[in-house]
Nanobody, 124 residues
Framework: QVQLVESGGGLVQAGGSLRLSCAASGGTFTEYTMAWFRQAPGKEREFVARISWGGGSSYYGEAVKGRFTISRDNARNTVYLQMNSLKPEDTAVYYC?????????????????WGQGTQVTVSS
């Protein structure tokens, strides 16, 4: 099992930027596909982005494509989400997730371990 701790959330105005971090421990980070999801009040958890174990491949949800960038630093066991041009509809709790079995999916069920989440609020 992998322990994941997100940080970097907060309140930002529309058009602004935030960078989320997710620190992993307790597993072999370099073997895992990592992802970010988000969940707004009253909505289902939504796929945001994922990155391959080596960082060479990434994939984004349509709602964030061109605005968000996922990256990872395997030496620090950390994955990042750079969020630019933020919109009020990006307001949600953002979760980091680890896929330990290389499913490389976009569903909640494709991921084995989850962080506690970090709140991102974008004001208009």
């Amino acid at each position: 099992q992998v322990q994941l701790v997100e940080s970097g959330g907060g309140l930002v105005q529309a058009g602004g930027s935030l960078r989320l971090s997710c620190a992993a421990s307790g597993g072999t980070f370099t073997e895992y596909t990592m992802a970010w999801f988000r969940q707004a009040p009253g909505k289902e958890r939504e796929f945001v982005a994922r990155i391959s174990w080596g960082g060479g491949s990434s994939y984004y949800g349509e709602a964030v494509k061109g605005r968000f960038t996922i990256s990872r630093d395997n030496a620090r066991n950390t994955v990042y989400l750079q969020m630019n041009s933020l919109k009020p509809e990006d307001t949600a709790v953002y979760y980091c997730a680890a896929d330990r079995t290389l499913r490389r999916g976009v569903r909640v069920s494709d991921y084995d371990d989850w962080g506690q989440g970090t709140q991102v609020t974008v004001s208009s």
